[in-house]
């Protein structure tokens, strides 16, 4: 990562995914992103040292079903009135493992991401870009997402694993 520009890098939202995979009726998967997010990365001297932000807004939550996603931003889950960012702050890194503290319904937690650094590349408009993959799984009950139905064959409707899995570019910072 010493290719990259000391400062911070600007999250670029349109060439970023942050998305969630959930078991459904212990059958089958739903997926789901945010789609406003933004966030940044502060790169020290020798590119080693990093530190990266980024605040999804839930009501941007979709999931490619209306009908679910009116029902994820409601009280039941994200409660997107009275929360409406989820939070990502790092905390360290160290090798492929990012740490840093989520905060889902004003309930914070340490999270670790796996995450790897993808390269770095000028873009045909002169812009140099960054990217980077990471993924981690969290129990959603601990950030107070508990709602859920029990399903008459047994089982929940909903599991308690998420897993959660980002996509982001970042552009470098602007000589002043």
């Not at 520009?5 to 670029?12: A, E, F, K, S, V």
């Not at 459904?24 to 990266?52: M, N, Y």
């Amino acid at each position: 990562m010493n290719d990259l520009t000391p400062g911070t890098w600007t999250l670029d939202p349109t060439h970023t995914a942050a998305s969630f995979t959930v078991r459904h009726a212990g059958i089958s998967k739903v997926r789901g992103q945010f789609t406003e997010l933004e966030g940044a990365l502060q790169v020290a001297e020798g590119g080693q040292d990093l530190a990266f932000s980024a605040t999804l807004k839930t009501e941007s939550v979709s999931t490619s079903n209306a009908d679910r996603d009116g029902h994820l931003r409601s009280g039941d889950f994200f409660d997107a009135e009275t929360f409406p960012e989820i939070r990502f702050t790092s905390t360290g890194v160290e090798g492929e493992t990012l740490t840093g503290e989520l905060t889902i319904r004003d309930i914070t937690k340490p999270v670790s991401l796996d995450f790897a650094y993808e390269g770095a590349a000028t873009d045909p408009f002169g812009t140099y870009r960054a990217g980077f993959t990471g993924e981690t799984t969290i129990s959603r009950k601990e950030f107070g997402l508990t709602w859920n139905a029990a399903l008459e064959a047994g089982g929940v409707l909903v599991a308690d694993e998420v897993k959660i899995s980002i996509e982001a570019e970042f552009t470098a910072p602007t000589a002043a």
